[in-house]
């Protein structure tokens, strides 16, 4: 199917790779259909992708893989709200995290405190309010990143 995004302009993308929020996401409950976009010729900004709403194409958010960021992410879930995922087991869960990216990439913050949940198999996913006190709204991707660069001795 042909779908227009924010960034990407027109591109084809297979049915497979739609993915259903049931409940919407935050802030954008009447969007129930998106996918997972990246620039295949940005080696570098792989790490982000984009998620892409296929029912307003003005509507795209920046999201990353916790593990990108830090070296653990273990927010607490209930079960009761993976169900509506279709019981998935854990290696088929994919976890994003939204991002702000002002023009000071100094302050790039990621939302650790409602991760995007996806299960591949099914392609359902959920944006879920996690009960750990010590992931933030407005985690520095930036500051995080640079530490873990200088543990790796980079």
């Known amino acids: 199917m042909k779908v227009l995004t924010k960034f990407f302009g027109e591109v084809e993308l297979d049915d497979k790779k739609v993915l259903e929020f049931p409940n919407g996401i935050i802030g954008f409950e009447d969007f129930k259909k998106y996918a997972i ?24 958010l920046p999201v990353i893989d916790p593990l990108a960021i830090v070296s653990e ?3 607490m879930i209930e079960d009761e709200l993976l169900k509506p995922l279709g019981d998935p087991a854990d290696e088929d869960l994919l976890v994003l995290l939204a991002m702000t990216v002002p023009s000071d990439m100094t302050k790039v913050t990621a939302n650790m405190k409602a991760p995007f949940i996806i299960n591949a198999v099914t392609c359902k996913g959920a944006q879920i309010i996690v ?3 010590d992931y933030p709204v407005k985690f520095n991707v930036y500051e995080s990143v640079q530490k873990m660069k ?5």
């Not at 200088?150 to 980079?154: I, T």
Request: aromatic fraction near 8%; glycine fraction near 2%.
């Open 37 to 60: 976009l990246y620039d295949e010729e940005n080696e570098e900004e792989k790490r982000i992708s984009w998620l892409q709403s296929l029912e307003e194409p003005k509507l795209a």
């Open 73 to 75: 992410y273990t927010p």
């Open 131 to 133: 009960d750990n006190a």
């Open 150 to 154: 200088e543990k790796a001795g980079e």
